[in-house]
């Protein structure tokens, strides 16, 4: 009967399924395997909104028995002091690292792309699937991982930051193998990736840096890597510039580029004062650069991990035996209380993606 459905309405009916019984589904005939697996549902299924797109994923290292870990959280709680088991969901990372953990590249539509040393992995914690991206050589430099919108492709990218060496490598996911960026135009010689945050925020299919420009001026840049064409461009901050000494972290608001300026109480940079959040309104206009609102907490260690869907302002507390996630609404100024976790470092939060990626180990 199924099978004389059209297949777009099979894939409303399959997209509706729990990931669990989809997965199921794919052993009770070659046929409803071949479609689940097709590139063609998977993109459908990503492209449509699913009830788990109001949960957030939680990456951090236990500090405890030192491993990491990931927790799916429920946004919309309405209790502000604790989280039911029912809103909690553990997912089992499936490596262990020959050091402590694994570094952090960044993750996109729901892909986590990791790293120890020059080992690369890209691990999708909805299906529990994981791929190992090739071994490049190894030398330091920046990294950034992000999806390439006009190639369907995801793409890992290092940039290398040593005076003596100016080069930029790509790994598409699709292809499976390092080459020299094809864009051509190299990073300027005058800009350097920022070490205090390193990692970049993927926006409408580029990746951006906080950088330093070491020009005439020596104040903070954007730095942006297209990933379709794979070539640099330069965003000025508002007001012209920051200064090389301040601290700006870089994300996605509402689906524009923003900027997070924190302010100390001293010079030291132990306690927080403020992050004031800047915002793009229109994107590569630097004259749209607007301050969008100010966070004000009286907390000792506490710095700014994203944004959620709903807007609110995704924090975490720093505490002796670890940190709390709270959710801050920059409206209403209310702070609600996600949970609690044995992690005072390496943390990161994302909002959740139902992507069905590597289901054949192959990527759709």
Known sequence: MFED??????????????????????CVSKSFNSLITSPAFINFSFTRSHPD?????????????????????????DNNDSFSSEQIQDFEFPLRS????????????GLFCLHE??????????????????????FPCFLGFGFDSRN?????????????????????????????????DLCPARITCSVLHPQPASLNGALHFVANDWGGAQSLVVLSFDLGDEVFRVISLPNGNFGSGADIGISV???????????????????????????MNKYDDVDSWTKQF???????????????????????????????????????????????????????????????????????
């Not at 409303?12 to 989809?22: F, N, T, V």
């Not at 020959?98 to 539509?109: C, D, E, I, R, T």
């Not at 914690?125 to 190894?138: A, N, Q, S, V």
């Open 294 to 364: 100010i966070i004000e907490f009286n907390m000792l260690h506490w710095k700014v991990l994203g944004f959620l869907k709903n807007d609110n302002v995704l924090v975490q507390k720093v505490e002796s035996r670890g940190s709390k996630l709270l959710s801050y609404d920059p409206e209403s100024e209310q702070v609600k209380n996600l949970g609690f976790y044995r992690s005072t470092h390496y943390s990161y939060a994302d909002n959740y993606v139902r992507n069905l990626n590597f289901l054949t180990n192959q990527m759709m």
């Open 117 to 138: 040393g020059n080992r690369f992995i890209l691990w999708n914690p909805c299906i529990r699937k994981f791929i190992t991206l090739p071994t490049p050589c190894l």
């Open 5 to 26: 459905l059209p297949n777009e309405v099979l894939y409303e009916i399959l997209h509706k399924l729990p990931l669990k019984s989809l997965i199921q589904l794919r």
């Open 53 to 77: 797109s109001n949960k957030l994923i939680v990456r951090y290292l236990d500090v405890e028995y030192h491993v990491e870990r990931y927790k799916l959280i429920v946004e919309d709680n």
């Open 152 to 184: 369907n492709d995801y793409k890992l990218v290092r940039i290398a930051k040593s005076a003596k060496l100016s080069l930029v490598e790509v790994c598409s996911v699709s292809e499976r193998a390092w080459r020299v960026a094809s864009g051509g």
């Open 253 to 279: 608001f509402n689906g524009s580029l923003s900027l997070l300026s924190y302010k100390y109480e001293c010079q030291h940079r132990r306690r927080v004062q403020c992050c004031s959040v800047w915002v």
């Open 98 to 109: 020959s050091w402590a953990y694994f570094q952090l590249v960044g993750s996109a539509n």
